[in-house]
């Protein structure tokens, strides 16, 4: 890109010094000249630090390398393995306990535990859906999944079928039995609510027999709206996550329920990580300015996006807060929007939106920090009309970070960027994604390094296991996928993950978080599933949509997070020795054809994922696997999928004509499976000629070479190889 201005030493990308000047820096007292030789000062303290730890990392590798050689095989000797990595410092001591002391968090954080979506921020229409996705219809999540049963006429049809409608009103009077029961009797009983008092307004239940009730809990009824006399809407709270009840006796929901209710609306997504990182594709800086852009656009509450549905023009935007009545007569708001944080990304990358003084591309993850925080001083100043933390917090989470080192440099990263823009020590707060294995088994001493501005741990099974294949690389085969997931090694790093956030003080205080349910179309799978994470002690857990996160909704007011967390804190925390417990092959037998399947699904999971990716651009979608399930996928489960075939080929299970005869093959069926996308370039009949089939083969083929086993560097390449040939 020749198209760049100067600013002291840095050359900056015209497209975002514009974006810097005209819309993110007016409005916050920080002139264009001032900020970008703040960013060079931090850039020419801490490129070098950053740069050093990347060298350690690889460092380590080697060394790790060279004992799996020496000692192939299931780890005889435990204790013996564990003085090796303290050698080599990949595992450190934990130091003293303590508990973190961060301040300023939003209750959504906090104190109240719900669902969370993660979305792509350069889409702006996914983003918007997701800021909204606070509030959703659980009527529209039962009629519109599978879960509700379609049998004895009750599928889903053009017009709204009343049969459906009758199953899905009964489904959700009993999740409100649970949730906000009766003294007496139960929802679907119900002829009328009704509200009576004069000061403070209290509610009286009349059942269809003629008596009355009350809530057994009369707390749990805190608004309405409408008039006193026929409110339209009641206000519940249960486990600090609100329910409304609609009621209209004309609508056509409501006139056949005795009781006139038209709808019950459920606080959902109660937060959401807009992603600059794995699920999206930005590559260079024309991509970067679009993330930033769209960030900031949710930051000021200004941001709209214009599409074509159904043959119309509709425009999306911010919803507004939520305005009541309560119960003494007084205004009530409740916030109208998910609570927003921005997933910058980690150590590896660089990005030519900014050259430094020597022409080298910046480190992304200091660019990240440096903007995402600039943008959201219009939060902090309230410039527009809609807010996002009422604690004047942004809220980083930081993927990709490998032990207690990397950790304590993102935290003075933040305190560089909290000086160069003027904000109060511990503003921007980090969540820490417990993906990488050298984290996992570090994890109370990476903590202890944020301990004052950490709100966020998670688990996630496939970052997880791709870098615990290449960590492992040398010491063997792996187990098949399916096969990894039942040892020992993930059910201790679940538990473990949770056991130190609350050794460390987490509850009520910051997110211990889960994984994705990867089935967007399967929600009656996921509502017999996901419960499993509330009642693990996870006060969020991810989701694949805003539908999915009303179902999932459910489970939290089923569950009480924080009793569960008190119930969890005294056991026994996990075994160290079990995470550490390498899930290799061992004496599993493998027959030709379990091989020739795994690598099958290896293949074409990979394949869908990329040609979208290098092709498209689209770094989040949902992407059939060979069985014609459409499964949520990014990075995560590109870099399994690649390490794994990586790890067969290196140990002789698979060879490399086997490999390129499966993806020639795979390569067919994707195109097929991607027919009716009218924007979809196929791979086939010529796969020598396509960037994206070249750049699946560079993930296997090259794997074992890639930096942890990370896809960024190889798809960056090829990404920007394919919009350099449609320029």
């Not at 595992?91 to 209750?107: C, H, N, R, W």
């Not at 857990?541 to 008190?566: D, K």
């Not at 990586?646 to 067919?668: P, S």
């Not at 090259?702 to 930096?707: K, L």
Request: proline share 4%.
């Amino acid at each position: 890109m020749s198209n760049r201005i100067q600013q002291g030493g840095l050359q900056v990308a015209a497209s975002l010094h514009a974006l810097v000047d005209q819309q993110i820096l007016p409005g916050t007292g920080i002139d264009s000249a001032t900020f970008w030789q703040r960013f060079e000062t931090i850039l020419n303290e801490l490129a070098p630090q950053n740069k050093a730890l990347l060298a350690k990392r690889d460092a380590i590798q080697v060394k790790l390398d060279q004992w799996y050689q020496q000692n192939q095989g299931p780890i005889q000797d435990m204790d013996s393995y564990k003085s090796f990595l303290r050698e080599i410092e990949y595992l450190v001591d934990e130091g003293a306990d303590f508990s973190i002391g961060t301040q300023g968090v939003d209750a959504e954080i906090a104190t109240v535990a719900g669902p969370q979506l993660v979305v792509p921020v350069n889409n702006a229409r996914f983003a918007l859906n997701a800021a909204n996705a606070r509030w959703g219809s659980l009527f529209d999540a039962y009629y519109g999944t599978d879960a509700i049963d379609d049998s004895e006429g009750a599928e889903k049809t053009a017009a709204y079928n009343p049969v459906r409608g009758e199953r899905v009103v009964a489904t959700a009077q009993a999740f409100l039995d649970g949730a906000i029961p009766l003294a007496e009797g139960k929802h679907a009983d119900v002829a009328a609510y009704e509200l009576t008092g004069d000061s403070t307004m209290s509610l009286t239940v009349k059942l269809q027999d003629g008596s009355q009730t009350q809530l057994q809990d009369s707390a749990k009824f805190i608004g309405f709206q409408g008039d006193a006399a026929a409110p339209t809407l009641l206000l519940f709270v249960n486990n600090g996550l609100h329910i409304e009840v609609c009621i209209d006796r004309d609508s056509v929901i409501g006139q056949s329920n005795p009781a006139g209710i038209k709808d019950v609306v459920l606080e959902s997504a109660m937060s959401t990580i807009m992603d600059c990182e794995d699920s999206v594709a930005a590559v260079d800086a024309e991509d970067k300015t679009l993330v930033y852009s769209n960030w900031l656009g949710l930051m000021k509450g200004d941001l709209s996006e214009t599409f074509e549905k159904g043959g119309k023009q509709l425009t999306r935007r911010m919803n507004p807060d939520r305005s009541y009545t309560a119960l003494d007569g007084s205004d009530l708001s409740l916030h109208g929007r998910s609570l927003l944080l921005v997933r910058n990304v980690g150590h590896l990358m660089t990005n030519d939106a900014v050259l430094d003084a020597n022409g080298d591309e910046v480190p992304e993850g200091m660019l990240d920090a440096m903007i995402t925080t600039a943008c959201a001083l219009h939060d902090f100043n309230h410039t527009g009309d809609l807010s996002n933390s009422r604690q004047n917090s942004i809220y980083i989470v930081k993927p990709k970070m490998h032990g207690p080192e990397e950790v304590a440099f993102a935290n003075t990263l933040f305190s560089r960027v909290e000086t160069a823009l003027g904000l109060a020590p511990n503003t921007m707060k980090i969540g820490v994604m417990d993906e990488e294995r050298r984290t996992t088994v570090n994890l109370k001493a990476c903590i202890r390094e944020v301990k004052d501005r950490i709100v966020f741990i998670n688990t996630g099974f496939l970052d997880r296991t791709g870098d615990e294949i290449h960590t492992s690389m040398e010491a063997g085969p792996f187990l098949p996928k399916d096969n990894i997931k039942q040892q020992p090694w993930i059910a201790a790093y679940e538990n473990w993950n949770v056991d130190i956030g609350l050794e460390c003080g987490f509850s009520g205080h910051a997110q211990i978080g889960k994984g994705m349910w990867a089935m967007p179309d399967e929600m009656a799978g996921m509502l017999e599933a996901k419960i499993g994470h509330p009642m693990a002690g996870a006060n969020c857990a991810w989701v694949p949509s805003p539908t999915a996160a009303t179902l999932h909704a459910t489970h939290y007011h089923q569950v009480s997070v924080f009793a569960r967390q008190a119930e969890l804190a005294s056991r026994e925390r996990a075994n160290l020795d079990d995470i550490l417990t390498v899930p290799q092959l061992g004496d599993m037998a493998l027959t030709p054809e379990l091989i020739q399947a795994e690598l099958d699904n290896n293949a074409q999971g990979l394949l869908g994922y990329v040609v979208r990716w290098i092709n498209q651009g689209v770094g989040c979608s949902k992407v059939p696997d060979i069985n014609n399930v459409g499964l949520m996928e990014d990075r995560a489960t590109l870099r399994i999928s690649s390490q794994h075939i990586a790890n067969w080929l290196r140990h002789g299970i698979l060879n490399k004509a086997q490999v390129m005869e499966t993806l020639e093959r795979m390569a067919v069926v994707v195109d097929q499976q991607n027919a009716g996308d009218a924007a979809y370039i196929p791979m086939t009949p010529n796969t020598a000629d396509s960037i994206a089939f070249k750049a699946a083969c560079d993930l296997i083929f090259d794997g074992t070479a890639q930096p942890n086993g990370y896809t960024e560097p190889r798809l960056h390449a090829r990404r920007r190889e394919f919009k350099q040939s449609i320029a």
